[in-house]
């Protein structure tokens, strides 16, 4: 098994490397960058035998792809919600930054052709996950970008998490044999967490990432007093894609949605 936790830097060119096919986190099966961009410069994502999905965290850029265009902004992950552009293999996406911008843009293997997409924050709303269960302590936001049922052609899935302060997410401690990355960021820079992937933790803070290679539990924390936003995205196996109902709790804490505090 190949490294699961990682705290990488953005370059002199503003990208900031998380999984490729062939790093440390190859188990992955997707290749995974965070760009950082200054007003008026530009970049272009174009992939053969791949589909991209270029993920808006925070500033205002316009977006061109397969003949429309469109400005969108995003004050930043924990007020406003995601704009992504996803296409597939052999078409390009350009991205204008108008302001400064954080930019993850999220790939893997497929020649399967599919009409380009532009998400908004009205496809993919918020909506509160476990609020008063476990002792309240495992209150989250999460969204779901695009998966199986809403992408049936693409081989990945993409969602958000927000972590209430102190809050579990991730919970209970559940598996599946899809492999899975998270990209994680704090509402203040001195912020952390707990990431658990298996039986290790490691210590999440703005910028780090989890892989998480199939079938290990990957329950996470966040300390209290800051906020925590999670990127999440897996990656569909041959045969077997990652469905909503794939979830796989662990047995021995199931016990917890009966108890009483």
């Not at 469905?243 to 917890?256: F, I, K």
Request: glycine content about 8%; proline content about 6%.
């Amino acid at each position: 098994m190949g490294k699961v936790f990682g705290w990488p830097e953005f370059d002199a060119d503003g990208e900031k490397i998380l999984t490729t096919y062939e790093n440390d986190y190859s188990e992955m099966m997707m290749d995974i960058r965070v760009y950082r961009m200054k007003p008026e410069e530009k970049r272009e994502f174009l992939r053969t035998g791949e589909e991209t999905a270029v993920l808006l965290l925070e500033g205002t850029v316009t977006f061109q792809w397969e003949g429309q265009e469109k400005t969108v902004s995003r004050k930043n992950v924990f007020t406003e919600g995601p704009w992504c552009v996803h296409t597939c293999t052999g078409q390009k996406i350009d991205v204008t930054a108008l302001t400064d911008v954080e930019i993850l843009v999220q790939c893997t293997k497929n020649d399967r052709n599919f009409p380009g997409k532009l998400y908004t924050p009205e496809d993919a709303p918020w909506a509160y996950s476990c609020a008063g269960k476990f002792g309240n302590t495992a209150n989250r936001r999460v969204n779901t970008i695009f998966d199986h049922d809403i992408a049936p052609d693409s081989n990945m899935v993409l969602g958000e998490v927000l972590n209430d302060r102190g809050n579990w997410s991730g919970y209970l401690p559940h598996r599946h044999p899809q492999p899975e990355t998270y990209y994680f960021k704090f509402d203040r820079p001195e912020g952390f967490g707990a990431s658990f992937v298996g039986d290790e933790v490691f210590k999440s803070t703005d910028g780090s990432f989890s892989a998480i290679p199939g079938g290990c539990l990957h329950p996470q924390a966040a300390a209290p007093g800051f906020q925590m936003y999670t990127c999440w995205m897996i990656r569909h196996l041959d045969g077997n894609p990652w469905l909503q109902t794939d979830r796989c709790e662990d047995e021995r804490y199931t016990w917890l949605h009966d108890a009483k505090w």
